[in-house]
């Protein structure tokens, strides 16, 4: 039954899957993440590159700021971690499935589901203020 509906419109069927896969992983996300602190070293890598164009003469100022950006870059890199513990196996798997169901119906159906994770992970996070 499900399968007939996927199979009815392959296309239509790639970008809702698309959605409510974004839609949980930015869900995810926003609760398994410090949304402040994001936030807050986003906010900081901002003002460093603000700091880099204005110092773009001084090399010692320079690297002080690119290792404070390592340092805002590599906390970061921490933060995300955690959510992707809990989507990466899901995802291979969910991903394998769509290839093994979608490629005889719709050739490109990765274009289709990557294009538009693309613009709705672009727009949950701006929805729901994911950082």
């Given at each position: 039954?499900?399968?007939?509906l996927l199979s009815a ?14 839609l949980v992983t930015t ?57 992707m513990l809990f989507t ?44």
């Amino acid at each position: 039954m499900i399968t007939d509906l996927l199979s009815a419109s392959p296309e239509i069927s790639v970008v809702v899957i698309s959605f409510l896969v974004m839609l949980v992983t930015t869900v995810i996300t926003k609760f398994a993440t410090n949304q402040n602190r994001m936030k807050e070293l986003k906010d900081i890598q901002k003002a460093c590159n603000i700091k880099l164009k204005d110092n773009r003469g001084n090399p010692e100022e320079m690297k002080k700021i690119n290792e404070e950006m390592m340092r805002c870059n590599l906390e970061l890199m921490k933060h995300s971690f955690k959510p992707m513990l809990f989507t990466f196996i899901p995802m291979l798997i969910l991903i394998g499935w769509m290839g093994k169901f979608f490629s005889p119906l719709l050739k490109g159906w990765i274009w289709w589901y990557l294009i538009s994770g693309i613009v709705f992970s672009i727009l949950l996070k701006k929805i729901l203020k994911v950082h």
